[in-house]
Protein backbone atom coordinates (compact mmCIF):
# COMPACT_ATOMS: atom_id res chain seq x y z
CA UNK A 1 0.00 0.00 0.00
CA UNK A 2 1.26 3.41 -0.59
CA UNK A 3 0.47 6.99 -0.64
CA UNK A 4 0.52 9.61 -3.39
CA UNK A 5 0.18 12.87 -3.97
CA UNK A 6 0.34 14.60 -7.27
CA UNK A 7 1.59 18.62 -8.25
CA UNK A 8 2.29 20.77 -11.08
CA UNK A 9 -1.11 21.43 -12.89
CA UNK A 10 -1.98 24.71 -13.60
CA UNK A 11 -3.65 26.90 -16.47
CA UNK A 12 -1.04 27.09 -19.96
CA UNK A 13 -2.11 28.69 -23.31
CA UNK A 14 -2.60 25.81 -26.60
CA UNK A 15 1.03 24.54 -27.46
CA UNK A 16 2.58 25.38 -23.52
CA UNK A 17 4.34 23.11 -21.61
CA UNK A 18 3.85 21.47 -18.08
CA UNK A 19 5.60 19.04 -15.80
CA UNK A 20 3.60 17.17 -13.16
CA UNK A 21 5.16 15.58 -10.24
CA UNK A 22 3.76 12.35 -8.58
CA UNK A 23 5.51 11.58 -5.16
CA UNK A 24 5.29 8.85 -3.42
CA UNK A 25 5.54 7.63 0.30
CA UNK A 26 4.56 4.30 2.72
CA UNK A 27 6.73 2.13 0.10
CA UNK A 28 8.84 1.94 -2.87
CA UNK A 29 7.79 2.88 -5.96
CA UNK A 30 10.09 0.61 -7.42
CA UNK A 31 7.64 -2.41 -6.22
CA UNK A 32 4.89 -0.93 -8.32
CA UNK A 33 4.24 -0.06 -11.87
CA UNK A 34 3.26 3.16 -12.41
CA UNK A 35 0.69 5.36 -14.55
CA UNK A 36 -1.30 8.62 -15.15
CA UNK A 37 -4.86 9.13 -16.14
CA UNK A 38 -7.24 11.55 -16.78
CA UNK A 39 -10.69 12.56 -16.30
CA UNK A 40 -12.10 15.55 -18.71
CA UNK A 41 -15.49 16.94 -17.45
CA UNK A 42 -18.66 14.92 -18.72
CA UNK A 43 -15.84 11.80 -19.47
CA UNK A 44 -15.12 8.79 -18.39
CA UNK A 45 -11.46 8.27 -17.18
CA UNK A 46 -8.99 7.41 -19.29
CA UNK A 47 -5.22 5.94 -19.25
CA UNK A 48 -2.31 8.39 -20.26
CA UNK A 49 0.80 6.93 -19.34
CA UNK A 50 2.33 4.19 -17.93
CA UNK A 51 5.66 2.98 -16.94
CA UNK A 52 7.29 -0.36 -15.47
CA UNK A 53 9.10 -1.27 -12.38
CA UNK A 54 12.22 -0.03 -13.55
CA UNK A 55 11.18 2.37 -16.50
CA UNK A 56 12.46 0.08 -19.87
CA UNK A 57 8.91 -0.09 -20.85
CA UNK A 58 6.49 2.73 -21.66
CA UNK A 59 2.75 3.16 -22.65
CA UNK A 60 0.80 5.61 -24.12
CA UNK A 61 -2.63 6.45 -25.20
CA UNK A 62 -2.99 7.26 -28.82
CA UNK A 63 -4.05 10.71 -28.15
CA UNK A 64 -0.47 11.66 -26.25
CA UNK A 65 1.60 9.55 -27.95
CA UNK A 66 4.99 11.52 -29.25
CA UNK A 67 3.86 14.72 -27.08
CA UNK A 68 4.14 13.51 -23.48
CA UNK A 69 6.89 11.29 -21.46
CA UNK A 70 6.49 9.30 -18.31
CA UNK A 71 9.17 8.78 -16.39
CA UNK A 72 10.60 7.61 -12.97
CA UNK A 73 13.34 8.02 -10.23
CA UNK A 74 13.03 5.84 -7.76
CA UNK A 75 15.16 6.57 -5.71
CA UNK A 76 13.49 9.76 -5.09
CA UNK A 77 10.25 7.93 -5.11
CA UNK A 78 8.82 10.15 -7.92
CA UNK A 79 7.40 9.58 -10.79
CA UNK A 80 6.69 12.83 -13.45
CA UNK A 81 4.54 13.26 -17.13
CA UNK A 82 6.06 15.82 -19.08
CA UNK A 83 3.43 17.40 -21.34
CA UNK A 84 4.62 19.20 -24.32
CA UNK A 85 2.40 20.51 -27.22
CA UNK A 86 -0.87 20.74 -24.69
CA UNK A 87 -4.06 20.50 -26.95
CA UNK A 88 -7.66 22.17 -25.44
CA UNK A 89 -8.66 18.56 -25.41
CA UNK A 90 -5.88 17.95 -22.57
CA UNK A 91 -7.60 19.58 -20.27
CA UNK A 92 -8.81 17.31 -17.00
CA UNK A 93 -7.87 16.16 -13.67
CA UNK A 94 -4.62 14.03 -13.64
CA UNK A 95 -4.11 11.28 -11.32
CA UNK A 96 -1.15 9.73 -10.59
CA UNK A 97 -1.57 5.90 -9.99
CA UNK A 98 0.33 2.63 -8.86
CA UNK A 99 -0.36 -1.04 -9.30
CA UNK A 100 1.46 -4.45 -8.10
CA UNK A 101 1.66 -5.85 -11.89
CA UNK A 102 2.29 -5.33 -15.61
CA UNK A 103 -0.85 -6.20 -16.82
CA UNK A 104 -1.88 -2.91 -15.60
CA UNK A 105 -0.47 -0.86 -17.64
CA UNK A 106 0.35 -3.39 -20.60
CA UNK A 107 -3.58 -3.64 -20.95
CA UNK A 108 -3.77 0.19 -20.14
CA UNK A 109 -6.33 -0.16 -17.53
CA UNK A 110 -8.10 2.56 -15.20
CA UNK A 111 -8.29 0.13 -12.32
CA UNK A 112 -5.20 0.97 -10.07
CA UNK A 113 -4.77 -0.58 -6.71
CA UNK A 114 -3.59 3.47 -5.36
CA UNK A 115 -4.34 6.35 -6.50
CA UNK A 116 -3.87 10.18 -6.24
CA UNK A 117 -6.23 12.98 -5.17
CA UNK A 118 -5.65 14.33 -8.74
CA UNK A 119 -4.38 17.64 -9.94
CA UNK A 120 -5.96 19.79 -12.50
CA UNK A 121 -4.48 20.75 -15.72
CA UNK A 122 -6.17 23.70 -17.88
CA UNK A 123 -5.38 24.52 -21.58
CA UNK A 124 -6.94 27.70 -23.03
CA UNK A 125 -6.68 28.58 -26.50
Known amino acids: QVQLVESGGGLVQAGDSLRLSCAAS????????MAWLRQAPGKEREFVAGISFKGVRTYYTDSVKDRFTISRDNAKNTVYLQMNSLKLEDTAVYYC??????????????????WGQGTQVTVSS
Open 97 to 114: AADRTLSSIAVRTTDFGS
Open 26 to 33: GGTISSYV
